[in-house]
């Protein structure tokens, strides 16, 4: 597992991406956030809820009332034109991130541990 500590930043980034093809709802981006990390990161339900009020307060998602035949309607969101633009920020902040701690990542074969 990987400490949420280490990837709290890039939530938003996650959550958008999943957004970019079609809108969905809670639980399956959260779903889809266990499988395409091979359960290495779980996104806690608290940690969800708190992006989307942010993401929408900031114009970067929209939420809609799904048209379910059976059950509670679900809340779906999309993404905004804002929130793509806000999404390849974040994309090109990770590259220049990544270049930055890599630089202090020891190889295996590159430095003796002590």
Not at 4 to 28: C, F, K
Not at 44 to 51: D, H, N, P, R, W
Request: with cysteine.
């Amino acid at each position: 597992m990987i400490s949420s500590d280490v990837i709290r930043g890039y939530n938003d980034t996650m959550i958008l991406y999943l957004l970019l093809d079609e809108p969905s709802y809670g639980y399956e981006i959260s779903k889809r956030i266990r499988e395409l990390t091979n359960e290495k990161y779980v996104m806690k339900e608290t940690t969800l809820y708190s992006a989307f009020k942010r993401m929408e307060s900031n114009g970067y998602i929209e939420a809609f009332s799904g048209n379910e035949t059976n059950g509670k309607p679900r809340t779906y969101y999309k993404i905004t034109e804002e929130g793509i633009k806000y999404y390849k920020e974040r994309c090109e902040e990770w590259e220049v991130t990544r270049e930055v701690i890599e630089k202090f990542i020891v190889e295996e074969n590159d430095h003796e541990y002590n």
